[in-house]
């Protein structure tokens, strides 16, 4: 995620809050963070062809703590009640709050109605991508032998973070394509080549690339790219920076070529335009099988020179190995890191590309309607209430897209409990209020204030739609979790409406309420 520390007030006050604020918000908690830190995706010249890691991540956090006296709900009403009828808010509003040690309900206000969330869906996205490929996924991008002689082919696996350079603020960084390339050329000079010719394979994900339910000028106005299993920059014309971005019409052609261009610069020649292809599987006799944890995880492994080490048990100078074997390959970072950036930064790419992927692994097809599928299901197993839930995308872009409020209070209560480990990174990712992510330039007014930095949470905003879902510390201690939402908003007044529900959410943070 992007993290900033604006000036003026908050600077003086991050003092004062980053001990008691940050960390009190994050649950009241002691936080305990015994995994392992992510660093740069390190490429590796190796036979490694896995796409994950097995394994559960330790708990991030430790269970809630009853910090202080349950809220009384009567006072929550009396204090939240006005700030909800707002007028800036429109005549369509929901909203509860939860006590997250007991998962109690203590306000509600059409609670159970469906709502359109926006990017508080992603929220959801990310419990089922948590819950079925486990935090410590990794999306590994290899280079391949291909069928044809000197053919070599980049294999995308749905990391639309690989990336051209390093992301300025984001940490941890993303998995390189200079690093592939890099690794790639000396894959390559160990055989002694320097001309390739150079294919692409996007197919892990099926047509469209596109929600038909999204408007065009998502496309045009940079908030989201093509999906597709190949993509560097996330389809950004330009390094990743958070928020809307001027995009490529077709992500993976464009990868490829920058990809060709990062070979160049190692000293490999490649010849022709790069174009689509299915890449050759990977043969039974390559070692892929045998990649270790400290590779994936971002470990250099050393080049291997020799033709039975590559998988190629015929091997000759200049000559590629078998069609399929493994030549290179870069992992991303932790799953657990990758939620996190993209809550806190509200990417709509990273967030519809983990549906695709939960969708893979839960036997649907990586597209759209396979994606919602396989949340769907997650979450039914998770055993959330389904009532007034309506998914049509993994991002929340989608207007069809309809989410109750008690869903999402359920899903954070849920995450603070200590037998879910695997879903802390929904809390521990949320933006914090006034300081990062989609958060940083909120809750500066003297009305809100009091929620900087004790407030954490998902926001969302469309077209006369505002939402922000996630928890906060209340002043006497006790740690609650809430979802507000309001979906008939004056086309015009955005602005006025994510004033209200800060000032709400503010209210919860400044309210003993006892």
């Known amino acids: 995620m992007e993290v900033r520390v604006p000036g003026g007030w908050r600077a003086g006050a991050i003092a004062a809050l980053s001990v008691v604020t940050v960390v009190a918000v994050v649950l009241g908690l002691v936080a305990h963070f015994s995994t392992t830190p992510g660093s740069p995706a390190a490429a590796t010249p190796t036979a490694g062809a896995g796409l994950t890691v097995p394994g559960s991540a330790a708990p991030v956090l430790l269970p809630v703590a009853n910090g202080g006296p349950l809220p009384s709900t009567a006072a929550l009403a009396k204090e939240l009640?006005?700030?909800?009828?707002?007028?800036a808010l429109g005549p369509h509003v929901g909203a509860e709050v939860v006590d997250l040690a007991?998962?109690?309900?203590?306000?509600?206000?059409?609670?159970?109605?469906?709502?359109?969330?926006?990017?508080?869906?992603?929220?959801?996205?990310?419990?089922a991508a948590l819950t079925t490929l486990g935090p410590d996924y990794r999306i590994r991008t290899r280079v391949v032998a291909g069928a044809e002689a000197g053919q070599i082919v980049l294999v995308g696996a749905g990391d639309p973070t690989l990336a051209s350079q390093p992301p300025a603020g984001f940490v941890p960084a993303p998995a390189s394509l200079p690093a592939l390339a890099r690794a790639t050329a000396v894959a390559l000079r160990l055989r002694g080549i320097t001309v390739v010719r150079?294919?692409?394979?996007?197919?892990?994900?099926?047509?469209?690339?596109?929600?038909?339910?999204?408007?065009?000028?998502?496309?045009?106005?940079?908030?989201?790219?093509?999906?597709?299993?190949?993509?560097v920059d996330e389809g950004r014309t330009s390094a990743i920076v958070e928020g809307p971005a001027p995009r490529v019409a077709d992500p993976a052609s464009a990868a490829a070529a920058a990809f060709a261009r990062q070979l160049r610069r190692y000293g490999v020649t490649v010849t022709g335009t790069p174009g689509p292809i299915k890449a050759p599987p990977t043969p039974a006799a390559s070692p892929s099988a045998t990649v270790g944890s400290a590779q994936a995880s971002g470990a250099v492994s050393a080049p291997t020179s020799t033709p039975a080490a590559s998988g190629d048990t015929a091997g000759a100078p200049g000559v590629l190995p078998v069609a399929g074997t493994p030549l290179a390959s870069v992992v991303s970072p932790r799953l657990?890191?990758?939620?996190?950036?993209?809550?806190?930064?509200?990417?709509?790419?990273?967030?519809?590309?983990l549906a695709h992927l939960t969708a893979l692994a839960k036997g649907e097809p990586?597209?759209?309607?396979?994606?919602?599928?396989?949340?769907e299901r997650v979450l039914a197993d998770l055993g959330l209430p389904k009532q007034g839930l309506h998914l049509?995308?993994?991002?929340?872009?989608?207007?069809?897209t309809l989410v109750p409020p008690d869903m999402l209070t359920a899903l954070l209560t849920l995450a603070a409990q200590s037998g879910r480990p695997a879903l802390r990174p929904l809390l521990t990712g949320l933006a914090v209020a006034g300081f990062t992510g989609s958060l940083a330039n909120r809750f500066d007014g003297?009305?809100?204030?009091?929620?900087?930095?004790v407030v954490r949470a998902k926001t969302g905003t469309l077209t006369q739609v505002t939402a922000m879902a996630g928890i906060v510390q209340d002043a006497s201690g006790r740690l609650l979790g809430f979802d507000f939402v309001a979906d008939r908003v004056s086309p015009t007044g955005t602005l006025a409406a994510r004033e209200a529900l800060d000032l709400a959410a503010s209210a919860l943070a400044g309210c003993g309420c006892g």
């Open 81 to 87: 009640a006005p700030l909800l009828r707002q007028p």
């Open 102 to 127: 007991t998962g109690q309900s203590l306000y509600g206000l059409n609670a159970g109605a469906a709502f359109m969330p926006a990017s508080t869906a992603k929220l959801l996205t990310a419990a």
């Open 198 to 231: 150079l294919s692409y394979d996007s197919t892990l994900f099926a047509a469209p690339g596109t929600s038909p339910s999204w408007p065009a000028g998502y496309l045009s106005s940079g908030q989201v790219a093509p999906i597709t299993a190949l993509s």
């Open 336 to 353: 657990a890191d990758l939620v996190g950036w993209m809550l806190a930064a509200s990417d709509n790419d990273l967030a519809e590309a």
């Open 366 to 375: 990586a597209t759209f309607a396979g994606g919602v599928i396989a949340v």
């Open 392 to 400: 049509d995308d993994g991002s929340g872009l989608s207007r069809a």
């Open 446 to 453: 003297p009305t809100t204030r009091t929620g900087a930095g």
